[in-house]
């Protein structure tokens, strides 16, 4: 059974994480990182780099060929087929994608994680109102996923990913479609998310963005760790 948060000080831990794909491709390549409870960290590297392995490492979307991985004390090694659903509900995963379910609701597209935990049918219109006030899409609640900007419906996406509460927050690319001033809009929201303490993952390409917000950066090639500066490093 999965130990109950709060845990240890890291959240996600990876130890010598190997990852190799049919056909011989090496995704990672003993990759070693932490990443503390509370903390903001940034994931960026060339097209290929490994970023999204590592991203769906953390919620067992895919499993390590070797090492190590631990999310909030668990070793993910240790968790069985049966048990993935109990740690994806501690995960809020963000696609670049958005992954809208077109023939709903925002209403009800947010509302998805809450009814597959179990939620009860009283609670869910509270707390679905209270993440999309969060995103500024209370007024759009009962639109169509395809008639949104892509800038509002990546907020739906986010919204969706954080009405759990989750520990975790993992955004893989989150706006990597949006202009410069949606995209700074969209990091916003993480950095508010984070400041409440949710560990927060990005996996970007955006170095610009990235400097300018001045969190911690893991920079990957080919697989491999090349550089981990803290917002300290950078000048």
Do not use: W
Not at 15 to 28: F, T
Not at 31 to 60: M, N, Y
Not at 132 to 138: A, C, I, R, Y
């Amino acid at each position: 059974m999965l130990p109950a948060l709060p845990g240890p000080r890291e959240m996600i831990r990876f130890q010598g994480v190997s990852k190799r794909y049919p056909g011989g491709h090496d995704a990672l390549r003993r990759l070693d990182f932490q990443v503390g409870r509370g903390e903001l960290v940034f994931l960026t590297g060339h097209s290929g780099a490994g970023k999204s392995t590592v991203l769906r490492l953390i919620p067992l979307l895919e499993r390590p060929t070797s090492g190590r991985i631990t999310v909030a004390g668990v070793d993910l090694d240790r968790v069985g087929r049966r048990r993935i659903p109990v740690l994806r509900r501690r995960i809020g995963m963000i696609f670049q994608d958005h992954r809208l379910l077109p023939d709903r609701s925002v209403f009800d597209n947010v509302a998805l994680p809450l009814v597959i935990n179990g939620v009860s049918a009283r609670d869910i219109p509270r707390r679905v109102r209270a993440a999309l006030d969060k995103v500024g899409l209370l007024n759009r609640e009962r639109a169509s996923p395809v008639t949104l900007s892509g800038g509002e419906q990546q907020r739906v996406g986010i919204a969706r990913a954080v009405v759990t509460r989750p520990p975790i927050l993992l955004a893989d690319e989150p706006t990597g479609n949006l202009d410069p001033e949606l995209s700074a809009e969209i990091m916003g929201l993480f950095q508010q998310f984070n400041q409440v303490g949710v560990t927060t993952l990005i996996a970007s390409h955006d170095l610009t963005l990235i400097r300018r917000l001045r969190h911690r950066c893991l920079t990957l090639e080919q697989g491999a760790l090349t550089d981990d500066l803290s917002s300290g490093s950078r000048a």
